[in-house]
Every structure is written in C-alpha cells, then in structure tokens.
C-alpha cells in the first residue's frame, strides 16, 4: 500500500544563543494509511517537534518529508497550509478552543477557510461532526462552559470536520482525569476502526496498548519501532472502571 507519511533523515535543530538543541536527530520511518500510531518518550526526547513536523507547522532542518507522496519541502507556504487546512486534523493537550465561543462555531472554523463550502453546508458539517462525538446536545454551549473532556471532544470535532486523511494528536489526554481519558481514546479506536490513520503522541507508556504500532523516542532518535498483534480495547477499560457517583 502507499505509504500515507514517509519521513527520511530528518533532522531538526534550534539553535539557543550559542546552544544548538539536536531535537530530532536522523528520524525515518513510514506510516500507513489506516495505521493507528503512538508516538511514545519522555519528556523533551522531541515528541511535539516531529508532531509538528509531521503536521507541516515546521520545516525540517535536513531530510525529507513525503505526505501523501508528494514532498513537503517543494510545496510553497501557502499549498502547505492548504493542504494541511484539508488533509490534517490537529488535536491538542489544552484543547486550543476559542474561548467564549459555541461547541457549533469552534467546529465551522476550519470551513470558513474553503470559499467552496456554503453557510449551510458549513453548519451541517459541524453538527454532523459533534454529533460523531456524541455532543449533540452541547453545540451551543461555550467553551467555558464545558469540562474538559466535553472541551477536547469539540477539538475532536474540529479536526474532523474536513474529513482529514490524519489525524495528529499532541498529548490528547495529557489534562484528563482517567475515566475520561479513557472515554477519548476510545473515541480515537472507533475513529480508527471508522478507517482513519492516527497518529498519537504521549509520555504515558499504557496508550501504547491501545494503538497498532508504537515508535519510541529517546534524545531525538527512533529507539524502538514495533506492531501490536494485541491491540487493548479502551471501552472494555472503561467498562471496567467504578462507576462515577453522580
Ligand atoms: N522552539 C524551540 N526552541 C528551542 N528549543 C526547542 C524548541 N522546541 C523544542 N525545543 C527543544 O527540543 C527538544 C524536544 O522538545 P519537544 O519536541 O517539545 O519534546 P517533547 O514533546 O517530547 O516533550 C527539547 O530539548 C526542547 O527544549
Ligand atoms: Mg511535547
């Protein structure tokens, strides 16, 4: 199958006043479409730097990024955000949500970018959207008026609603407590399962039961690369938790 992302040599260096960070030292590797990998290390082995990397929020220092075949380093900035805005969901740890605003107009962001998509498809898409995430009855909620995981639902939604070949997720359960942490990663498996390629970066060793390949980071470099044969259903986690005490 065609490799969806094919990394080759990749270095990223930032220089610090007279201090050059080695943050990503000879990266290559490939991912599949329909994989769902954790990215897995330590903090500062250079997990968010690759993920950005990945998501062309950056350009590598040296080596080459191939995304859905076509090398990034050719695009120009603007076919790069372009192709970004359509072919990469991003996900975040603090949810990056405008504040003060609805479930429904945090998810219709990402449209308002594509002249091609009316108001009213726009709106359907968002809802269509939150309801995959089951926040049906939240789209007209504000984001401080949300809790945390109804928060990174709505960031799921709005990484969604483009219909992304991937989709990136920086520590995505890094400010949830464990049942709901659980919550969204099941909702990772069945976006999975639905045929999406995932990408997941975290420091927390247990997600890697969860996904289908794990690839290790330590001090910039690939340690380890392996499948899982034995991929941990979160629902079955979940199921198994005390129940909340309402
Ligand atoms: N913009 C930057 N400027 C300078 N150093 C950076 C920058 N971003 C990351 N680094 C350094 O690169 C290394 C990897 O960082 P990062 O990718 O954020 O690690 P992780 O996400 O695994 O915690 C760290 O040593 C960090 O201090
Ligand atoms: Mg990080």
Redesign the pocket.
């Known amino acids: 199958m065609k490799d969806i992302i094919r990394i080759e040599n990749l270095c990223r260096d ?1 220089v ?1 006043g007279s201090e050059t ?1 080695h ?1 990503l030292r000879d990266v290559s590797f490939s991912i599949q479409p329909g994989e769902f990998v954790t990215i897995m ?10 993920l950005n990397m990945l998501g062309c929020l950056d350009i590598p220092t040296s080596g080459e990024y191939y995304l859905d075949g076509k090398p990034v380093r050719e695009m120009g900035k603007n076919d790069r955000a372009s192709y970004r805005n359509l072919k990469i969901g991003f996900i975040f740890q603090s949810y990056n949500l405008l504040p003060k605003t609805t479930a429904l107009e945090n998810v219709e962001l990402p449209l308002l970018y594509n002249p091609s998509v009316s108001k009213r498809v726009r709106r359907e898409k968002a809802l269509n959207a939150l309801k995959a995430v089951g926040l049906e009855n939240r789209v007209n909620h504000r984001s401080n008026q949300m809790s945390g995981g109804q928060q990174q639902r709505v960031a799921i939604a709005r990484a969604m609603v483009n219909d992304p070949v991937i989709l990136l997720a ?1 520590e995505a359960t890094g400010n949830l407590d464990t049942r709901t942490s659980y919550e969204i990663l099941a909702l990772f498996q069945r976006l999975h399962a639905e045929g999406r390629t995932i990408i997941f ?1 975290t ?1 927390n060793p247990e997600i890697a039961e969860f996904s289908s390949r794990n690839i290790l ?1 330590r001090d ?1 470099r690939v340690v380890e690369d392996k499948k899982n044969s034995r991929i941990g259903s979160a629902r079955q986690v979940l199921e198994a938790l005390p129940k909340e005490i309402d």
Do not use: Q
């Not at 290390?41 to 690759?50: D, E, F, H, I, P």
């Open positions: 930032f610090v960070v943050a290390g330590t903090s500062g082995s250079g997990k968010s730097t690759l920086d970066v420091h980071l910039g």
